[in-house]
């Protein structure tokens, strides 16, 4: 039986590869940080800069989180072997959840594998098929999945367009024969993370307001650096109460292991205790995950040193890249995309990079819009100032050695 399905794959995935868009992974054998080790298809393993990863504050080789988590491996073993709601519950697990609480002033928070999970998990419970579910075009792979679980009425606006998006909002009146949608939320992520961009969150929560919808933000690329205290783009915007349900990952800036969370209003949290598959039928977070993500937390909250150097970091970067003539998206976050255009010559450019010992990914259509190929830097507490400087001399390098 087999020997069909292995023509047709063989024959699939060697057209992946005709088309330049087959994903080859780079091995590395260090810890992840600023500074890698890393073996590219071709060559052996080399010392790299790293400018790709969602490395933002550092932590992921922090020394205080390695330490939480061997701790919490000899206080509470390895596994949990149970779901959360059998008998896969630790203090740990309670604590963690009320610390992201705290951090983002939220009421409750529910702990997930992953994030993907938790936007897997947030939609079905809590909306029928006399709601809607109002998304921008930009989002996260894992909300178009979570809301696609939902039978609730789908709506798409352009991205960040607010216009549309009310546009989309005077729709849902329409539902149920015109007496309108029962609930209505509009989904964002607080960064796309493409661009950089940050989500018009002002302008969601009015236009909320106004047609009486509920805001999700996914701030998977913001929490832990963006807003004052590193609570997110509803801080870095004020409207951190007019948001009603938060969801993130931990496997980002926060220690960038794995897990997520929803954070929202205690009834919504509690539905999703009893409703949300993800979390009824996937095991619980491993002990030691959730203390170093505490420990992340802690480090988090207690000072502003990491966040401050991150955007110093993006900042120089930003500058300096100017200087030399790149074309940049504008912005303040720590992603920066350098725009080519061209895919096939954003590729070659990646490529000199790692021949000058700094590790960027070229992205282009379908990734990005046809014509706008570009290189996405991405920027961490962990670069040095003179390892900002390499990255710029290297685009320098880079792009006179392509263009010649
Ligand atoms: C990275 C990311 C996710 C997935 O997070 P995981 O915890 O790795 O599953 C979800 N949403 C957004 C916006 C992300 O950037």
């Known amino acids: ?234 801080e870095h915007f004020g409207v951190s109460d007019r948001v009603d349900i938060y969801t993130g990952t931990f496997g980002k800036a926060l220690g960038g292991a794995s897990g997520g969370y929803v954070s929202a209003r205690a009834e919504i949290v509690a539905m999703l205790r009893q409703k949300g598959r993800p979390y009824l039928f996937s095991n619980s977070l491993a002990p030691a995950i959730v203390a170093a993500t505490l420990t992340a937390l802690e480090l988090v909250a207690g000072s502003a040193e990491l966040r401050t150097k991150l955007f110093d970091n993006a900042e120089l970067f930003r500058r300096r890249m100017s200087e030399e003539g790149f074309e940049l998206l504008p912005g303040e976050h720590a992603i920066v995309p350098v725009m080519f255009g061209d895919a096939a010559l954003a590729g070659k450019v990646a490529d000199a990079m790692l021949a000058h010992g700094v590790f960027v990914t070229a992205f282009s259509y379908p990734v990005v819009p046809q014509g706008k190929a570009r290189i996405r830097v991405q920027l961490s507490a962990s670069h040095t100032e003179s390892d900002v400087e390499a990255a710029v001399q290297a685009f320098v390098a880079s792009r006179a050695a392509v263009q010649s």
């Open 1 to 234: 039986m087999y020997t069909d399905l292995k023509d047709q794959l063989t024959a699939e995935l060697a057209e992946i590869e005709q088309a330049g868009t087959f994903k080859h992974e780079r091995i590395i054998s260090t810890p992840q940080s600023g500074r890698i080790t890393a073996a590219a298809m071709g060559r052996g393993g080399a010392e790299v800069l790293n400018f790709c990863a969602n490395n933002y504050l550092g932590l992921a080789d922090h020394p205080d989180l390695v330490n939480a988590a061997k701790q919490a491996l000899d206080e509470r073993g390895f596994g949990m072997a149970s779901v959360r709601f059998i008998c896969g519950t630790q203090d740990l697990h309670l604590q963690l959840e009320r610390e992201v609480s705290a951090f983002l002033g939220t009421e409750e928070t529910i702990l997930f594998s992953s994030c993907f999970d938790a936007n897997g998990a947030v939609f079905e419970p809590l909306f029928g098929k006399d709601d809607a579910i109002i998304s921008d075009e930009l989002n996260h792979a894992s909300l178009i999945d979570g809301i696609r679980l939902s039978k609730a009425a789908r709506y798409r606006y352009r991205n960040a367009d607010l216009e549309d998006l009310r546009a989309q909002l005077e729709a849902t009146r329409t539902q149920n024969g015109g007496a309108g949608a029962r609930r209505t939320i509009i989904v964002t992520d607080g960064v796309f993370s493409m661009d950089g961009f940050l989500a018009p969150l002002p302008g969601i929560c009015d236009l909320a307001d106004e047609y009486g919808a509920l805001v999700m933000v996914d701030d998977s690329h913001a929490v832990g650096f963006m807003g004052a205290t590193g609570a997110g783009t509803p």
